[in-house]
């Protein structure tokens, strides 16, 4: 399974926050060649409906932007990784990248395994123990 964008750094990235672009870069960084390829902002889950939008270009489009995001989905042979970024990463980033897991299973290749990613720049208290109980893997760079 290949990602769209190469594992290195770019001169923009697809739906990240500045202070999300600053924890991925030093994330890859410290890990040249954990991914062999990568996805940003990628859609999972079921769009909201907009019955009362009338069926046009304006609808269509909100149906796709209320879709959930992953930031960062990280490829390794027979390997996926769900990746949130998150600042000061708390109880919030556990919700969302299990979320996420559950909203990605569907699209994954038979003869894959997947994995749940925290990367973050601040510890906080109990979260590294948190995602330890839950195989989370969590990073602080």
Known sequence: MEGRFPYKKLPKYPHLRPCDIKIWE??????PGMYETVDYDLKVGTPRDYKTAPPDRIKEDLEYLSRKRIDVVGYRPSEVHIIELKPSAGIEAIGQVECY???YVPFLPYGYSISKVIITDCEIPDIKDLCFKRGILYFVV
């Open 26 to 31: 030093k994330f890859i960084e410290a890990s």
């Open 101 to 103: 897991f559950d909203l």
